[in-house]
């Protein structure tokens, strides 16, 4: 049972690398009894902001069984999309776009690639029943990632993976197939704070996020004005923000992303290079069509840009 056990986990872990995920970690699906505290309190404090949804199914985040009955199993994978070109830095007074946000909506893409990834476990292994989850459901993707060895939460709450840094995007696979877990490793953020002295509007303290501070949740979640509070520190941020991970010594260790979905379209590269203040909702529709930034839609980029200008 334990060789057939450790054949379909290296099987697994085959398939995940055929598809181009660069790491895929296993967990024992049972309740994480150690982040139920925590989430307990982030949530009293208010510090999901207006996600309201934050609140929502509370048990389910926590225990995977809920979310598939008979779960034993947790696969994790990171999918890198750390840029070749970072267009930020080509242009540092420009407006900003968070990295993830420079090609196709990452949800479509690893969406579709976990559908191929369950697809072929049922064709290598047999019939199991299980879930795909990229960023949609009610599942605490740094967690399991965390807890499967393929890093770990850095101080500012992003999952850290030693040899190639935070970049990534998670995904996880939820399913009733009985695999060998990976074990935790270790924290090595040290004595770094770096993350923490960088952000603008000090909404990092260590292992845990304002997010009503944070200016990914400003530019992203919100859809409400701005804070006046926050009038000069965006530091030209219109859509998510980069800048703890930026700072963070282990990102010197990222490599560029190996997907052509992810790369920058020429719209948006033509868009870099006018006013943005003149975004009409027209172009806004054709550069965005496919991208993560629709989330924001027109309006809301709108209000961002002023807001930025503000001083």
């Not at 997010?211 to 965006?234: H, N, V």
């Not at 529709?285 to 930034?293: P, Q, T, Y």
């Amino acid at each position: 049972m334990n060789q057939q056990r450790e054949q379909h986990t290296q099987q697994i872990k085959q398939m995940a690398k055929d598809l181009g995920f660069d790491f895929c970690g296993i967990s024992k699906a049972e309740k994480l009894t150690e982040e139920e505290p925590r989430l307990e309190r982030w949530l009293k404090e208010k510090a999901h902001g207006r996600m309201s949804y934050m609140e929502n199914h509370f048990d389910k985040r926590l225990d995977p069984t809920l979310l598939v009955p008979g779960a034993k199993s947790v696969i994790s994978l990171l999918y890198n999309y750390y840029p070749e070109r970072d267009l930020m830095n080509e242009q540092p007074d420009h407006k900003k776009l968070s990295k993830y946000a420079y090609g196709k909506d990452y949800h479509f893409v690893i969406k579709e690639k976990l559908k191929l990834f369950f697809n072929e476990i049922q064709n290598q292994i047999g019939q199991i029943e299980g879930r795909v989850f990229v960023d949609s459901a009610p599942v605490m993707e740094r967690q399991w990632a965390a807890k499967s060895g393929l890093g770990w939460q850095g101080k500012n709450t992003l999952l850290i993976n030693k040899e190639q840094g935070s970049f990534f995007f998670l995904a996880e696979l939820i399913v009733d197939l009985d695999l060998t877990p990976d074990g935790p490793i270790k924290d090595y953020c040290g004595s770094c704070t770096r993350c923490i002295d960088a952000c603008p509007t000090d909404a990092i303290t260590p292992y845990a996020v304002d997010a009503r501070k944070c200016i990914s949740y400003l530019t992203i979640e919100l859809k409400d004005e701005i804070p006046d509070d926050f009038k000069g520190q965006m530091e030209n941020w219109v859509f998510g923000c980069d800048i703890c991970q930026d700072v963070c010594p282990w990102n010197r260790f990222s490599k560029p992303h190996q997907e052509p979905a992810f790369s920058p379209k020429e719209e948006l590269l033509t868009l870099f290079n006018m006013n943005w203040e003149e975004l009409t909702e027209e172009v806004f529709k054709e550069v965005f069509r496919h991208s993560a930034v629709k989330r924001t839609q027109w309006k809301g980029m709108v209000k961002n840009l002023k807001f930025v200008e503000k001083i």
